[in-house]
């Protein structure tokens, strides 16, 4: 066999896919979707939700076609409504006009992303200016920056610039610290958003603790443990392959930070809201496809790209091992009597 045709047998072998394992759904996006089908279950619809409930364009519109209607604010729903708050938190503020407007609310807030809540909380009664290491915009870290009290002069579209007054900084890059300047450098902390990559985070902690050298850490790492667990499992499969497939929508964090970890292992990666977006071109010259999932994605997502990569050639579907997530987060006590209340 000459050179010409080694090539071209190699080239029509078929790249195997290996799925990163955990993948898709955590227990708070499990929990989420669960107090919106409830919900639904027992008012009935309409049920108002304020912003994306989880970051998934395929739960979104499915949770919509039973019903749900999604708002960026609460003046959209009308008085006496019920309403649920997303999945990643939302601001004092939000809280205080929902009551005022007399809604029924439902709180779907990750419970790790209320730690970090009850940590700002803490960190204020304590005197204690505080640092959020997190994304500008992204309703996680406005629900978390607007943990600090406000003013009735204050601008609700805006927590994280009403906070900075208030002693709490946002900052997403070693750079946003090296231009930081706070008021009392010995009584400074630290928070992060939950979905952060480990590694960017981790090179934002260091640049604050050597200009801030007294800056107190939170008790325990902000960065969730389905983050965390599904991050490390991307950098374990992207080793042996050399291609990256990420499924997740275009506005999830932690979707997107799993393409990031796969790129800078140095292998080509790209994140897909569905099958739909694969091109054929990404397989060629591919021995091995890796295949991951945000924690916003459901598994049904993921089996539609394998059948889809399947189709354009690949072959040999083979899942890693990987970290057995048992954790569980329970309802809100009061949809639960709800609920009970209707039987």
């Not at 007294?214 to 042996?240: E, F, G």
């Not at 071109?281 to 089996?303: D, T, Y």
């Amino acid at each position: 066999m000459n050179s010409s045709q080694q090539v071209e047998t190699k080239a029509e072998i078929s790249p195997e896919i290996v799925l990163a394992n955990p993948r898709g759904f955590c227990a708070g996006v499990d929990r989420a979707i669960i107090i919106v089908e409830q919900a639904l279950e027992k008012f009935g619809a309409p049920i108002y939700v304020r912003n994306e409930v989880v970051h998934n364009k395929f739960v979104v519109d499915g949770l919509r076609a039973k019903g749900a209607i999604f708002v960026n604010e609460l003046d959209k729903i009308p008085a006496g409504s019920t309403v649920i708050f997303s999945a990643h938190g939302v601001s004092k503020a939000v809280r205080k006009e929902a009551e005022a407007r007399g809604l029924t609310a439902f709180d779907a807030t990750c419970p790790l992303v209320t730690k970090v809540h009850i940590e700002v909380a803490k960190m204020r009664q304590a005197g204690m200016e505080i640092v959020m290491i997190g994304h500008k915009g992204h309703p996680e870290v406005e629900g978390t920056m607007g943990q600090v009290e406000r003013g009735q002069e204050d601008n609700d579209d805006h927590p994280e610039e009403d906070a900075i007054s208030l002693g709490m900084y946002l900052v997403e890059t070693p750079e946003d610290v090296q231009n930081l300047t706070v008021k009392n450098a010995e009584k400074l902390a630290f928070v992060t958003q939950t979905t952060l990559s480990m590694d960017d985070a981790a090179l934002v902690i260091d640049a604050l603790k050597s200009k801030f050298p007294l800056i107190q850490a939170p008790k325990s790492d902000d960065i969730c443990y389905a983050t965390q667990n599904r991050q490390d499992a991307v950098k374990i499969m992207a080793k042996d392959c050399d291609l990256v497939i990420v499924v997740g929508s275009p506005n999830s964090s932690n979707s997107n930070r799993l393409r990031e970890v796969a790129h800078n292992q140095g292998v080509e990666a790209y994140m897909v809201d569905n099958a739909s977006y694969l091109k054929a071109e990404w397989l060629i010259g591919k021995k091995k496809i890796g295949v991951s999932a945000g924690a916003s994605a459901p598994e049904i997502l993921v089996k539609e790209v394998i059948t889809k990569l399947e189709s354009l050639g690949a072959a040999n579907v083979t899942e890693l091992q990987g970290v057995i997530e048992s954790v569980v987060f329970q309802l809100p006590k009061n949809l639960v009597n709800a609920a009970s209340s209707a039987k």
